[in-house]
């Protein structure tokens, strides 16, 4: 078992499910609605948890309602939300999810009223706690110094980043982790079309042990440290239920393999495989 700490969002989920997704101005029933916690590094750790790991977040709550459905979510899955930076105003971000039924996909439009985590808060927190930190890629100029800090430090620690979107100098973060995760969406907004020559290119300019992209249903690509590509194909699913929180749960056993000294081959095909097994699942209850 591993010590993680998280270092992103948490989020309020409202997911409707459509039987097909709504064309502009028309009006269609939902099949169902749920309402429940998400983001991405919250996401993360509720798989690492189930994988048998310790988990903490650093995240910033209001104190308002809907912050107590978080912490529930939390309690429920174990995980310790101590190093949380409570503000006494604004709302939980809240993100609005189209689920089609159809096909899996998932449509959403976020909200967000509440300052992000900042360094000042991190560094209270003693980092000889954890065994891997896993930072979500927002926020830049703090999380940098976040990084600096874990560097500088507490060299001891592996870190992870994913890299979701294109964000002002989000660049600079890159040569601190350990592994870098990047998206199909921010490998597509960097004009790559393919990601085996992205990663190479990234190989080239950065410094990070692995280079890791997923793919969607042409399953994941990596480069690692000596410019060695690998691919490891999708998993079937049999049906696909929900996809959203499929790339969460890919990084979560991405991190539970590397923990485990596992090949990047061997990380990647269990990453892959648990990503598939998401998709045919509604939540984020495994049974792993």
Request: one cysteine or more.
């Amino acid at each position: 078992m591993a010590r993680i700490l998280g270092v992103g969002n948490a989020t309020l989920d409202i997911i409707n499910t459509l039987a097909n997704y709504p064309a502009e101005d028309s009006e269609q029933r939902a099949e169902s609605q749920r309402i429940c916690r998400g983001g991405n590094t919250a996401n993360t750790l509720v798989v690492l948890s189930q994988l048998g790991h310790q988990c903490s977040w650093a995240g910033t709550l209001a104190d308002e309602p809907d912050a107590k459905r978080i912490c529930a979510d939390f309690d429920h899955y174990g995980i310790d939300y101590s190093p949380v930076y409570e503000v006494e105003h604004g709302k939980v971000p809240t993100s609005y999810v189209i689920s089609n039924q159809r096909n899996g996909s998932r449509t959403i439009v976020h909200v967000r009223d509440l300052p992000e985590y900042p360094a000042a808060r991190f560094y209270e927190l003693d980092l000889n706690d954890y065994d891997w930190i896993h930072f979500e890629g927002r926020n830049v100029l703090e999380v940098r110094q976040m990084l600096e800090h874990v560097a500088t430090l507490y060299p001891n620690v592996f870190i992870s980043l994913e890299v979701e979107k294109q964000r002002e100098g989000i660049a600079q973060l890159f040569n601190y982790p350990d592994v870098l995760i990047f998206s199909r969406h921010y490998v597509n907004e960097a004009n790559y079309f393919e990601a085996t020559p992205f990663l190479a290119d990234m190989r080239k300019l950065y410094q990070a042990n692995h280079l890791v992209c997923a793919w969607g249903d042409r399953g994941a690509y990596a480069v690692d440290e000596e410019g060695n590509s690998i691919h490891s194909p999708a998993h079937p699913v049999s049906s696909v239920i929900e996809t959203l929180g499929a790339g969460d749960t890919f990084n979560a056993a991405l991190i539970n393999a590397f923990l485990q000294e596992e090949a990047l081959d061997a990380a990647l095909y269990q990453a892959c495989e648990l990503a598939a097994k998401k998709c045919g699942i509604e939540g984020f209850n495994l049974e792993v």
